[in-house]
């Protein structure tokens, strides 16, 4: 059966349902966003991803409305929400705190919304007992928070903020209590209920895992701008700047002088020493060029490769044992170093590399990505 691809972005007459229009957010002389127009579609998982101070939580508060633009509009569902008050918002927001009333069970922290909207009983009893079961709490529906796991105590927080519908939840480093092990499957578990749900999430993170795990589309912020607004594979296959390419996943940039060459560029990186990159870019020779290269992209031998174009030497100076992966930094004479990645499918025992060899490194025409800037 063939699936269609969830992308609205990609379709010119899929309605968003969140819009920002030349929001710029600035607090006294500092600009906390600027000038940034943007579109979140219904059902998405969208993650906004950057360092710290880069805007991701000021772009959250301002949806959630506990920020107001400085200048521009934000658009829910087309309406302007400037003037309307947090609470009266159809959008919920899960802290990272999660805070949880202590001194109420399971049960009674996921119905304290509908309780306070004075929604009638039955239906609060029916609402709560659902959301119980998507996030599979419902034998501890007695229990106070300090009696579940931080994993569970976390599933309530979602499960409270899910209860209302809203039509959008906003998420802010939901899962930087939790150890590694339980993140990893907590985000498995949000984007299960997000796919049942259908309620469109954004996630606030620094963890770039998690924004590739999570989300339908990444945003990599930096300095109060989104530089690219991309699904996960295209941001690390495709970056549009050495910013984006740096900031997600390991790569080596090699930079240059770019000379145009069959259908790409020959980056000139040291004296007498090039490389190839397939581009459709537009460079003029002489140009400063980079070539972003991921290191399970580049090969290493301790012979000299034949008929490939991209084959430089060099000495391992270090090597990063990850257990399933080793990851060798190989110095090239210039002092450049590249970063070359191997499956470890033997044991240990039988490694083929150490420190200090003289070792080939070499990579396809159209493995590294050519970014003007």
């Known amino acids: 059966m063939n699936q269609t691809v ?5 379709d010119p007459a899929a ?5 920002f229009k030349n929001v710029t957010k600035r607090y006294g002389d500092f600009t906390a966003i600027d000038n940034q127009s943007f579109d979140i579609y219904e059902q998405e998982f969208f993650a906004l991803l950057g360092p710290s101070g880069c805007g991701k939580t000021t772009m959250m508060r301002m949806l959630a409305g506990f920020e107001t633009p400085t200048e521009g509009t934000i658009l829910l ?33 996921i119905a304290f919304g509908l309780r306070r909207d004075k929604k009638p009983n039955d239906e609060i009893q029916a609402r709560v007992e659902e959301m119980l079961k998507l996030t599979r709490l419902t034998q501890f529906a007695k229990r106070k928070p300090h009696q579940i796991s931080g994993g569970q105590r976390q599933r309530v927080a979602l499960a409270r903020s899910l209860a209302k519908a809203p039509k959008l939840l906003l998420l802010d480093e939901p899962l930087g209590a939790l150890d590694a092990k339980l993140r990893q499957d907590t985000q498995f578990e949000l984007m299960d209920i997000q796919e049942k749900t259908g309620t469109t999430f954004v996630i606030v993170t620094h963890d770039q895992e998690e924004a590739m795990t999570v989300a339908s589309r ?5 300095h109060g701008q989104i530089i690219q607004a991309a699904p996960p594979a295209q941001i690390y296959e495709a970056p549009n700047s050495v910013y984006v390419a ?3 996943g390991d790569v080596t940039i090699i930079e240059g002088a770019v000379t145009a060459k069959d259908n790409g560029y020959d980056i000139a990186f040291a004296e007498g020493q090039s490389v190839y990159a397939e581009s459709t870019l537009n460079l003029t020779n002489g140009q400063t060029g980079y070539i972003a290269i991921r290191p399970e992209k580049v090969a290493i031998s301790s012979e000299k490769p034949e008929r490939v174009r991209n084959a430089v030497q060099g000495k391992i100076i270090d090597i990063a044992y990850l257990g399933n992966l ?23 025992s039988r490694r083929s590399f150490t420190w200090e060899d003289e070792v080939w490194l070499s990579w396809t025409d159209t493995a590294g990505i050519l970014l003007e800037r």
């Open 6 to 10: 969830f992308a609205p972005w990609e």
């Open 15 to 19: 309605k968003p349902l969140i819009q």
């Open 77 to 109: 569902g087309g309406e302007d929400i400037a003037p309307i008050p947090p609470n009266k918002r159809a959008v919920n927001m899960m802290f990272q705190s999660y805070a949880l009333f202590p001194h109420l069970s399971i049960w009674e922290n």
């Open 218 to 222: 990444v945003a990599v912020m930096d």
């Open 246 to 248: 740096d900031f997600i």
């Open 326 to 348: 080793s990851t060798y930094y190989v110095e090239l004479p210039n002092g450049q170093t590249v970063k070359s990645q191997t499956a470890n499918t033997r044991r240990l």
